[in-house]
């Protein structure tokens, strides 16, 4: 059995922040990634996705993103970061070792790999939000002609070109996807929406719009919604007329309530006003080759693109362990251990107002303190690779 001071599961921006951290400490924690490479979700991405916060407000601890990956680093960019991290902070990844269950032992915890048993007496969880594509049980969609893919297997529009696409789910990955294939050649664009969200600019006059979500995070719900919803109302406006009503609520008011985040303009609105892009209601069901909308519209796109989310799907993981709340997510995250599991962490699961990546970075410290102790915690000197690092950092980098 291989015995470890720490064991992260997962080498995404949450494990190998939670590496690093605790690396930190003194601690020598080996990294389990069930893919191949770092970072496997976000090189699944789509082509041209970028981050929706500005570099400065993305790095994770202990390595600054550099200058040159600009100001909204892509997401090739992104991934060949996590790459120099791995390489700055010299952390023990070990890749192609998938995970199957997590189990408590007399000397902390035992983890089960395809590979064999490691013990540890902390274990931290980041196998990431956005783990398993989720596809709702729409009826009749076995019965449907057309093409049926989650947003998950969307790459760009060229597959799509000449074809009629409706993209199901109005948050930004669905608003994102549904820009691209009107800009990328699609005869036709439909987005359905059932509830209808915020919709914000990325930034106002040089202010990126994470900031704003950043400073009124905690303010009284009525003062944030007012400072936030000015800016979205003078640059986006009501966009009524073209089927999307304004919300009813304000933006930090609907994420207390729902924990849904703002739609942030990437070009979607432009894209609606232009009539490139089609609002339309939710899907109700599928009959045939027609899809059945809420009020009983029938429409028969070539294809359905599902931007409908994700699960954590950790319940195969620690399920057993009574940690996680009905819903699968951890119900603690950062330096809390669940009750009655000591030296077990969970990271990277929250979807904060103010930015996911910006809490890891924040709870990955935590975790590092904790862990600790009263000891402090060695902090490693923020500095930005030069372009010979990126091109020597491990794995050899992301063009």
């Known amino acids: 059995m291989n015995s470890h001071d720490a064991i992260v599961i997962g080498a995404g921006p949450g494990g190998l922040a939670a590496a690093a951290t605790l690396s930190a400490t003194g601690l020598r924690p080996v990294v389990l990634e069930r893919a191949p490479n770092v970072g496997a979700r976000w090189r699944s991405f789509y082509d041209g996705l970028t981050l929706q916060s500005p570099s400065w407000l993305t790095s994770l601890p202990g390595l600054r993103i550099g200058r040159e990956l600009g100001r909204w680093p892509s997401r090739d960019g992104f991934v060949a970061y996590l790459e120099r991290y791995v390489a700055r902070h010299r952390l023990d990844v070990r890749p ?17 790999a395809d590979d064999g048993r490691w013990q540890s007496p902390r274990v931290v969880v980041a196998t990431g939000y956005s783990n398993v594509p989720y596809l709702p049980p729409w009826p009749g969609l076995g019965g449907f002609g057309g093409q049926v893919l989650h947003a998950a297997d969307f790459r760009n529009g060229q597959p799509f070109r000449g074809r009629d696409v409706l993209v199901v789910g109005a948050g930004n990955s ?21 509830t209808p969200p915020q919709v914000t600019p990325k930034e106002v006059l040089g202010v990126p719009a994470l900031l704003g979500a950043v400073l009124t995070r905690r303010l009284p719900a009525r003062i944030g919604d007012a400072l936030l919803g000015l800016p979205a109302r003078l640059a986006i406006g009501d966009l009524s007329r073209y089927g999307l009503p304004r919300s009813t609520e304000g933006m930090l008011t609907q994420y207390q309530r729902t924990q849904i985040t ?46 409908t989310g994700y699960r954590r799907g950790l319940e195969p993981l620690v399920g057993h362990l009574g940690v996680l709340a009905p819903d699968g997510m ?15 962490h969970f990271i990277g699961y929250t979807h904060p107002f103010s930015g996911n990546i910006r809490d890891i970075a924040i709870d990955a410290r935590k975790i590092a303190r904790a862990v600790a102790g009263r000891r402090p915690v060695r902090r490693t000197p923020r500095t930005t690779p030069t372009p010979v690092a990126l091109a020597g950092a491990a794995g050899g980098g992301v063009p």
């Not at 192609?96 to 089960?112: F, I, L, Q």
């Not at 303009?265 to 009539?275: F, Q």
């Not at 009020?295 to 796109?301: A, Y």
């Open 96 to 112: 192609n070792t998938t995970v199957e269950a997590v189990e408590r032992s007399p000397e902390g915890w035992v983890v089960t």
């Open 330 to 344: 951890p119900g603690t995250h950062g330096a809390q251990c669940p009750p009655g599991a000591p030296g077990l």
């Open 174 to 194: 669905g608003a994102e996807i549904a820009s691209i294939l009107s800009r990328q050649g699609a005869s036709r664009v439909r987005l359905s929406v059932r």
């Open 262 to 307: 703002p739609i942030i303009d990437t070009g979607i609105v432009g894209a609606i006003r232009s009539g490139a892009v089609q609002i339309v209601g939710a899907v109700d069901r599928f009959h045939g080759d027609q899809v059945v909308l809420a009020g009983g519209e029938r429409i028969t796109p070539d294809v359905v693109i599902a931007a």
